[in-house]
């Protein structure tokens, strides 16, 4: 499975931006898919998930109300929306996949993806 992250770039508190993750090499709608982030000097955090099947999403409480996680399988991609964006929001964020049998109290860790992007830098201004 390849993944390819897109979407970043620069903002300033308050905006918007959507990244997109496009996903090759495996039937997609089977996947599992998860975004993550890595601030500087930090480890990298659960984001948002979406399952596969029945679409069902999770989300770090720090993102509730504020990022959507959603997927179109036809297209075989799956996006973050991010609103109201923070400058503690700055990271690189990547998306990653598995196509294991989902267990919402694994989504949150990154042992529980096989498969990860290469990452799109958001940097969000105050």
């Known amino acids: 499975v390849q993944l390819q992250a897109s979407g970043g770039g620069l903002a300033q508190a308050g905006d918007s931006l959507r990244l997109s993750c496009a996903a090759s090499g495996s039937t997609f709608s089977t996947l599992n898919m998860g975004w993550f982030r890595q601030a500087p000097g930090k480890e990298r955090e659960f984001v948002a998930t979406?399952?596969?099947?029945?679409?069902?999403?999770y989300y770090a409480d720090f993102v509730k109300g504020r990022f959507t996680i959603s997927r179109d399988n036809a297209k075989n991609m799956v996006y973050l929306q991010m609103d109201s964006l923070k400058p503690e929001d700055t990271a690189v964020y990547y998306c990653?996949?598995?196509?294991?049998?989902?267990?919402?109290?694994?989504?949150?860790?990154?042992?529980?993806?096989?498969?990860w992007g290469q990452g799109t830098q958001v940097t969000v201004s105050s």
């Open positions: 990653a996949a598995n196509n294991r049998y989902f267990d919402p109290y694994r989504v949150r860790a990154e042992y529980y993806y096989d498969y």
């Open positions: 979406i399952r596969c099947s029945s679409g069902s999403t």
